[in-house]
C-alpha cells in the first residue's frame, strides 16, 4: 500500500511537471540591436596590437520585447581589429574593436558578431598651419628690418621653410580607448539565447 502511494504521488509530480512545460524559451536579438559595453581594457594606437583581447561588460540589460534577454553586468570579449600609429603631418593615430562573445547565465559563452568601434586622433592642421605660419611671420619681420622688401620675402621663405620643416618631423597623436568608456555596440547578426520564462 505504501508503495503504491509513493509511486502514485511520483507519477502525480512528473505529470505535473511534463504539463508545465519548459522553464526557458528561445529569444533571438535582431542584427542591428545595441549592446550597452563598458569597456575593461584600456586599448590606443600606441598601446594595442591587432587580435589582442579586450573585455567589457553590459551597463544595463538588454531587452527585446519587454524580456530581459542579456542581464546587467553580462561579460563581453573580443579583440582590437586594428592599430595605428600617426604617422607624420596628415597621420592621425587610430584604433578599433570588435566583440565576438557574451555570458550568458545558464548556458556559459555565447558566439556574438559585431560591428568594430573605431576611433581616430583629432586633426592637428589648424595647429600645424599655425605652426608654419609663425616662423613665417618672425622671418618677414626680421628680413625686412635687414633687407627691405627683398628682405621680408627671403625671410617669410626661410622662416616657413622651417615651420614646415617642424611639422614634418613631428608624428600625429595616438588615440586611446580607456578602460570604464561607455560603448554603444551594434550586433551584426542575429543571436539567439534562452531566457526564462
Known sequence: MKRTVIFALTLGLASATAYAGPASREMTLPRGTVLPVTLDTTVG??????????????????MY???????????VSGYVTSARRPGRVTGRGYIAL??????????????ISTSAIGREAPATKGKDAVEI?????????VGRLVGG???????ALIGG???TAYVLATPG???????????SVR???PVTVHVAR
Not at 598601446?47 to 551597463?59: A, D, I, M, N, Y
Not at 570588435?98 to 558566439?111: A, H, S
Not at 622688401?149 to 625671410?155: F, R
Not at 597623436?173 to 560603448?183: E, M, S, T, Y
Request: no cysteine.
Open 45 to 62: 594606437s600606441d598601446l594595442s596590437k591587432v587580435e589582442q583581447p579586450v573585455q567589457g561588460h553590459l551597463r544595463r540589460a538588454v
Open 65 to 75: 520585447h519587454g524580456v530581459e534577454v542579456l542581464p546587467a553586468g553580462a561579460a
Open 187 to 189: 550586433l551584426a547578426a
Open 173 to 183: 597623436k595616438d588615440v586611446h580607448i580607456n578602460r570604464g568608456a561607455p560603448l
Open 161 to 163: 621653410g622651417a615651420g
Open 98 to 111: 570588435r566583440f565576438t562573445r557574451v555570458d550568458v547565465p545558464g548556458e556559459g559563452r555565447e558566439r
Open 133 to 141: 605660419l609663425a616662423p613665417a611671420t618672425g622671418g618677414a619681420v
Open 149 to 155: 622688401k627683398k628682405g621680408a620675402a627671403e625671410g
